[in-house]
């Protein structure tokens, strides 16, 4: 079976995703990166490896994409490395062909894609604020003593919603503490930090622009009913949620990957699954060659340096284009 591999590596998880040369999604991993990028890619692939049950399955292409990226494609032998707007619009519209939006909330970022005919027109990003994010439900969760994947159900359990204020972490969390203290339900309390977050990710984001229909929720947030729900209450719109949404980002690498092979027919990068064993290194160095001192990441292997990046001039990072593209 021909397959291909998809990586997106982000700040809080790690995500892989195989498809077969149909499109349909075979396995896929979810890991915690926990600062880790590179422990995280390579329990990934053990993950991948052992869910792989059908004989003789050979990855012909491989993209990356996520905020580690770079480190990712060149770690792995990547024959795309794309931004998470793209793969994230590509996996949307291949589930859902018409869709028109796409809200992404991650653990510590979100964004909205807007879309016409597959093509994407328009984005946001939201990457200052964490009010909003997966990681400040985690954050409440934790301190309500409630698993997170129950945060949801107590939203929906509740008979109204009290007003939270959501625009930044600090006041939300004080303002649950004090509606807390008034003698608020919990359910209702959850219900309004639900509504708070769906306001603040549409005031920071949307400002004004127009979210048509077929709407696609992605990311790990939209395990969240209860923010799905605040979602559809606020716009009186239907927002659908993907069967793979947590690791959207990797199916879409993987449908690049894919795209990529069909047009050029090379022979993948991909150094293989073992990968999963090497002894990468990282380090890095303050460039002084101009007045920007940037700060670029040396990728080693073995003791040998396999890239750098992280340059706004291109001096290292150009060089890593072409070592992806090699």
Request: hydrophobic share 40%; proline share 2%.
């Amino acid at each position: 079976m021909m397959a291909y591999l998809g990586v997106d590596v982000g700040s809080v998880s790690t995500n892989i995703a195989v498809i077969n040369d149909n499109g349909d999604t075979i396995c896929t991993s979810y890991i915690r990166t926990r600062g880790e990028p590179i422990r995280a890619i390579q329990k990934g692939l053990k993950e991948i490896l052992v869910s792989i049950h059908a004989p003789g399955c050979q990855v012909i292409g491989v993209g990356a994409t996520g905020s580690a990226r770079h480190l990712a494609g060149v770690m792995i032998g990547a024959d795309i490395v794309k931004n998470e707007i793209t793969a994230h619009a590509i996996a949307a519209s291949y589930f859902v062909p018409s869709v028109r939006t796409v809200f992404e909330i991650g653990g510590q970022d979100s964004k909205i894609i807007f879309l016409s005919n597959g093509i994407v027109t328009d984005f946001g990003m939201n990457s200052v604020c964490a009010a909003g994010t997966g990681s400040f439900l985690d954050q409440q969760a934790g301190r309500l003593a409630i698993p997170i994947e129950e945060f949801g159900d107590y939203a929906l359990r509740a008979n109204t919603s009290v007003r939270i204020a959501g625009r930044c972490t600090v006041f939300a969390e004080t303002d649950m503490v004090h509606k807390q203290q008034l003698g608020h339900p919990i359910e209702n309390i959850i219900a309004g930090l639900c509504d708070a977050m769906v306001r603040n990710y549409l005031n920071n984001l949307v400002r004004g622009k127009e979210i048509a229909e077929p709407i696609v929720f992605q990311g790990g947030v939209a395990a969240n009913i209860g923010i799905r729900a605040a979602f559809e209450r606020e716009l009186n719109k239907k927002v659908h949620v993907p069967e793979h949404y947590k690791v959207m980002g990797a199916i879409g690498a993987a449908l690049l990957a894919k795209e990529e092979h069909n047009i050029s027919y090379t022979k993948t990068n991909f150094r293989g699954f073992e990968v999963k064993d090497f002894n990468y290194n990282t380090t890095s160095f303050e460039c002084k060659d101009c007045a920007n001192i940037c700060e670029i990441v040396d990728l080693s292997l073995k003791g040998g340096s396999l890239a750098k990046w992280g340059d706004k001039c291109g001096k290292f990072s150009d060089r890593v284009e072409m070592t992806l593209k090699a």
